[in-house]
């Protein structure tokens, strides 16, 4: 008979809290369940609780299963929404959706034939009591800063199996203070276990899901900090580590973490700190944390969490931050440490476990990023030695030639002479002048100008020259020599191999925002341009500097022209 | 008086170098050219005793159009030039004088000395650059052409207009500075009468004539004559 009972309670139960699961399953796919799983509750959070929670208070009064014996007890599953109440939103939330819940109960369950028995009232009373206990569980865990523990699976089931106790001795208590105490103890004996049973259940369950949840949500929240930060920091080329990158760096993923600070050193040296205390904690200072020393030394990931371990800042003792996360910035290559990435919470606040798994990766792609920044500088520095090579290349041969030139033409032409060591002093100071790896067109065709002068006395009826470039182009930025070897090379591998006179052509058309120089001979010896590769470099140069839509295209007529083309943004609408 | 041609392609740098050899009364410059074709049609219609020839010049080099100018007839060649990477080849073959650019005067003295003394040409100069023919230069009105020798399939010469030749592709001929002679030594053209030149494999058939001589077709209505004395060096055909 017992069983039979125990059965016939329990199967509806354990069905009603299925349902409750289904339902908490549904809510954690609403914007509403980031309410639930805040670390720190705000007030709109807590209210959020209190609507959800006192909702499964009614609703499991309404799926209540009358008792055999007692007509106005039932056997229910409201325990389940007082105690998640009280947990998720603490002993005022829970307190309220327990008495809500009592409430409800009381009157859905009592009418002008159906009077107020001490049973409703017991349960109205149990159900508030057990919200209230189970928020001062939630608040009892928040001042220890183990919030983290309510969602362990132990600490739930003991949690709910006592509150379940409390409630069986309310009605107990109830039914003596009534004088049915024989009633109380027989009702409790046909309902207490069934429901201790599938509450417990349902709760446990009901929070193992919330938390299986936010962990997903957390990861996913995490995957997505640590895209935007890689996508802000994408056009910052680190690999010079130095304080001017590291600040924007760090900028951008406290921004982004929302953590109260954060830092990067390197292996001596703050880079640089933002967020709280940055009045103290200066860039340029010696690292003087242990935790950071420690990192760097041992090569290891070290977690003061403010709780176990306190942070205490060494700069100036009200300094606010009391947990830091220290990462080192591995080179896996080397298998060196080449500094540390430091994530601060303040001494009031939680430190975030997302925060933690967020923190190694983001150590992992600075790492990446600062060796990928080395790359990148190395060759940038090769392409400056090529700059280094070409000038170099070109001006012993022209030297040469402007040298016997003017020695052929001294006796005869004096001034003709003078004129020419000017134009080739000015060839030359341009170089020097030259320090960036960048130059105005204008200069460029200066550059280019008294190369061709020296050149046309060499030459004289053979070469014969026109410029067309107009003004307005002369402000945009070319990469240094991007036209002087070209128009070199028109001369020495086209002109100077012609018998009649050869003809060189500078010009240009505009789009909107790019424009197109023209080198154009009458030759149209391309082969000979295409080996001496001059051309290949320049137009390396170009899409280095401006992108792969830029550069050179050479074109040929053979025996009839050579066109150069090089293709190059207006720069001016490139800043703007 | 030494009868000298000057080439350059630099025109200051040929002043230049006209100007200080004909501060020495014992050198008379005949002729200033700016590039090789210049250079064949000067050297073989002014016969000069030294040339000064720079090696780098447009088209043709000065060691290509060696191999353009009759062995015979070769003036004293003086190479002057500012690479020094073809002295070195020229003085691994013993062979001559080179000046290399810029010319000091003491260099040009002892150059200019020599000359004096002997300006015959050296054989060995032309076996040293000798080489066959692989392009002639060739004029045609005011247009200057390099003509693959391959593409030659008959070369004549005519007493008041000088040597011309065919190539498979025109119909019209082409000129040029260079002497018959110089195609036979240095090229596969055949010699089947003292004025003409052909190419062995453009002959289509050779039709023997009564009187000892022959014709040579390279199509149905193009023929070439063949002297009796030549008729000899096509057997298999006759």
Sequence with gaps: MQEAIFIEHLTPLMQHMLVFLGLAY?????????????????????????????????????????????????????????????????????????????????????????????????????????????????????????????????????????????????????????????????????????????????????????????????ELTGQSIAWQIADKTADIVYGHFDQVSSEKIARIIQQETRVAAVAITDTQRLLAFTGQGDDHHVAGATISSSYTIDAINQNQVIFADGIH????????????LGSVLVIPLRDKADKKVLGTIKLYETKDKLFKNINRKLGETIANYLSNKILAGRYELQRSLRVQDQYRLLTAQVNPHFLYNALATISHIIGKQPNRARRLLQDLSNFFRKNLETSGDTTSLKQELDHVLSYLEIEKARFEYRLQVNIEIPESLYKQIVPVFTLQPIVENAIKHGVSQML?????????????????????????????????????????????????????TINCEPGQWTRVNIRLPKTDKEIR | MIKTIVVDDEPHAREDLTSRIRQDSEFNVIGECANAFEAIRDINCKEPDVVFL?????????????????????????????????????????AIDFLLKPVSDQRLNITMQRLKENHQPQAMVSEAFSANLKFVPCYRGSQYYLINVKEIVHAYSSPTTGVHLLTKESTQAYHTNISLKVFEDNSDLIRCHRQHLVNPEAIKFIEKLDNGLGRIFLHEDYTIPVSRNYMDSFPAIS
């Design chain 2, 54 to 94: 720079d090696i780098n010049m447009p088209k043709i080099t000065g060691i290509e159009m060696l191999s353009m100018l009759d062995k015979d007839t070769l003036p004293r060649i003086v190479f002057v030039t500012a690479h020094g990477e073809y002295a070195i080849e020229a003085f691994e073959k013993n």
């Design chain 1, 309 to 320: 371990q306190r942070f205490q800042c060494r700069v100036d003792d009200a300094c606010k």
């Design chain 1, 500 to 552: 009649g006179p050869g003809c060189i052509n500078i010009s240009s058309a505009e789009q909107s925002d790019e424009y197109t120089l023209t080198v154009a001979d009458n030759a149209g010896l391309y082969k000979s341009i295409a080996r001496d590769g001059v051309g290949l470099k320049i137009d390396e140069r170009i899409k280095i500097r401006f992108g792969s839509n830029y550069g050179i």
């Design chain 1, 26 to 218: 549904l809510f954690t796919k609403t914007p509403v369940f980031t309410a639930l799983v805040n670390n720190t509750l705000t007030w709109p959070d807590k209210i959020v609780i209190y609507f959800v929670f006192s909702g499964f208070c009614i609703f499991g009064t309404w799926l209540s299963e009358p008792s055999v014996l007692n007509e106005d007890a039932i056997a229910n599953t409201r325990l389940i929404g007082a105690v998640l109440g009280g947990l998720l939103g603490g002993p005022v939330v829970g307190f309220f959706v327990g008495l809500t819940g009592g409430l409800h109960r009381i009157y859905s369950m009592t009418s002008s034939i159906d009077p107020v028995t001490y049973v409703d009232i017991a349960c109205g009373i149990a159900t508030t009591l057990e919200g209230l206990i189970a928020g001062l569980v939630h608040f009892y865990f928040l001042r220890k800063n183990q919030i983290e523990r309510l969602f362990s699976q132990k600490i739930v089931c003991v949690v709910s199996f006592g509150i379940g106790v409390v409630h069986v001795g309310v009605i107990l208590i109830a039914g003596s203070i009534a004088g049915d105490w024989q009633g109380a103890v027989r009702l409790e004996q046909e309902i207490a276990l069934p429901m201790l049973i599938a509450n417990t259940v349902g709760v446990a369950l009901i929070i193992y899901l919330i938390r299986e949840q936010k962990n997903a949500r957390d």
